[in-house]
Every structure is written in structure tokens, then in C-alpha cells.
């Protein structure tokens, strides 16, 4: 059980770009990487274009009003000056200045943190990987779901074979908040997730599906992805060319087959996630609206419910539980186990421990790559008129 205690040595000292007043995702950052004051200590910020917003806001959180910059460029510079300067840094902006921030950050010789999907092109992701990998630093993403204790079982018990050989995966994140179009207009945390120059080839694609797709990389590591097909509609007509809804189709080199559903249309839908992964002997699903129960289907025998925090899950299930049996969790706990692995990864590389980097489970620049390739190759077949195409 998980109870607060150091897993490093000390905390990094962290700062972050963007995450401002106006974001929609900052809180959460913050909430998951300061839950465990012995993972990260928040230093330093740019949190917004509007320099005097971002100060204000800074001071709101009683920071020091002295390692509050106008932009990264700023910050990285000033804070390198210092003997107590940051070590990581946390890329909490609009897609489109994820790459420039990312590369400087490296080159300011800090850890990154990086919100989802990492860029626009594959290629930039390579370019990165090798950066990472001259510097000596670890580049990490931020898939904030992923992080639930239950995941972490469902893993243990697929890779055991507790459900036989997977023949299935079927993956949905489907809500409704963009059913009313005037949010894309008023509101600032989403008017840039509409424009193409800001977010990219794909709306929900990539600011909903990369989720499930990484969890289900995480669940069902042994899988690997041979061919996709994409077909996306713009519900919303004002949206188009971005989709606001998508239907995916899959196939993986061992035969199995999978689906995804990503919409922002979904109206009147409060749950978001689902994941069912079917195999020959049993199925496993989980939902995130109730995230500390996990379904387990053995054809043949009553259904079971494993809940989060009972002795009877795999060790790497309780490793991070943190509540106890009875006293529900939610997306917080998640985002925080997520942040305390990527601090433990930071350590490890930082000690040259890559026995501890080859076996901790969590979304790094390889997964951050392929989310990149998800996008690109669900929008290149839906714009061939959804044909299937190959994945790498």
C-alpha cells in the first residue's frame, strides 16, 4: 500500500508550461504530481501566453513571484542559472507547441513530462527519441487514465493467462460535452482543440482515443497492431475537417481483432472509458466510471467483481493502492500513481538503474510515438474512404 513515503531520494524539483487559469487539464497536472510531496515540488512556472494572467495566478498558488516566467525560453534560461534550478519540466499546452518546448527542454538538459498526443509527425518523435537519448533524460507522457490499480490486474492476468489466448479488444471513449457547439466559440481550453493549426490532423482521435489506445497497449502488451480502419464524421459541421466522432477497426499481427470508439457526441453519455478484452477462455472488462471494480467473465461460471485494494490482486495491483478497500479512488489517484512512476523513472535514469526503467509500466516516448502513429494512420485511411491500412 502506497501511503506517502518516498520512493526516491528526494523530490524533483519541477516546473510547468502552460496549465494556466484557463486550462482545462492544469489542475490535474499539479493534483497528480504534488499528491506525493516526495515525487515532485512545484518550483517554477510559465503558466500562460498572458504573462500578467499567469503571474496572478502563480501568486494565487503562493508561489514565488521571482520563478514565474513569460514563456519556457525564459524559464529553462533563468532557471539553469540557478543552483537550485528545475530538473523536469512538465509541457502542459496546445499540441501545436509541444515539439519546440520538448526539444528545448531536453536541451536545457531537464526531464519532460509532455501531454498527450505528443506531435503532429512520427518523424518528430524520432527526432526526440534520439535527443532523449544523447541527453540522458526521460521523456514521459502524460495518459492520465492510466494509472488505476485495476489496469496494473488486468495485465498481471492476461500476460498469466487467465483468460487464454486474446481474440478481442474493444475500446470505447465516448462522452457528450460536445454535442453544443458554442463551447468551440467561448470557451478557451477547447476553441484551440477545434483549429487545425492548434491541435493537429484529428479532434477526438487524438485528444480522446490516444488514451484507451496506450491503455490497451499497457493491458495487452504481447499485442502488437499490424492494420487500421479509420471512418471519422464531423457531426458538428463547423468542426470539419476535425471529427468530432470515429469508428476504428482492428487487426493485430496474432490474428485478434479489436474496434474503438472515439466520440465527443455521445449525447447524454457520463461514462466515458470502457475496456473489454475477449479471449478464448475468458473476458476482462473495466469501465472508469466505476474504476475500482473489475469484471471477470470465465465462460461458463457466475461473473466475478475483483475490487481495488482486496489481498487477492497481483502484488503490482496493490503496489500503488492507496486508500484501502471500501474508500473509493478516482481520476486523481490515477494521474498521481502516474506522476510518482514517472519520478521513479527520472531517478532511475538519472542513477543509470536500467533494470528499473526495463521493468516499470508506464507511457514513455516509445508509446508517445505510437500515439503519434495511431492518429496518422486512423486519419489516412478515413481520408481514403476508410480502407485499411498498415500500421507501421
Known sequence: MLIGEKKIERPFRWGIVGGGKTSQVGYKHRLGAMRDNTSFVLTAAAFDIDFERGREFGKNLCMDETRLYPDYQTMFAEEAKRPDGIEAVDIATPNFLHYEACKAALEAGLHVICEKPLFFEVEQGLEIQKLAEEKGKIVCVDYGFSGFDLLSQMR?????????????????????????????????????????????????????????????EMICPQLKLKQVLCDRQSFIKTRAPLEDNAYVLMRYENGAVGRMWASCVNAGDMSSQHIRIVGTKASLEWNDMHPDELRYEVQGQPVQTLIRGMDYLCGDALEYERLGALHYTGLIESWSNLYNRFAVAMDAKNRGDEE???????????????????????????????????FE
Not at 468551440?184 to 481550453?189: F, I, N, P, S
Not at 526495463?358 to 481520408?383: F, M, Q, T
Open 156 to 216: 498481471h492476468m492476461i500476460l498469466n493467462g487467465a483468460i487464454g489466448e486474446v481474440t478481442m479488444v474493444d475500446l470505447r471513449y465516448a462522452h457528450g460535452f460536445g454535442c453544443d457547439p458554442t463551447g468551440d466559440t467561448q470557451a478557451e481550453g477547447q476553441m484551440w482543440r477545434v483549429n487545425p493549426a492548434k491541435v493537429g490532423r484529428s479532434f477526438v482521435l487524438g485528444d480522446l482515443s490516444t488514451h484507451t489506445f496506450y491503455m490497451s
Open 356 to 390: 528499473t526503467l526495463k521493468n516499470l509500466v508506464y507511457p514513455d516516448l516509445a508509446h508517445g510515438i505510437d500515439g503519434i502513429r495511431w492518429i496518422n494512420k486512423c486519419v489516412e485511411s478515413a481520408d481514403k474512404g476508410a480502407v485499411w491500412v498498415d
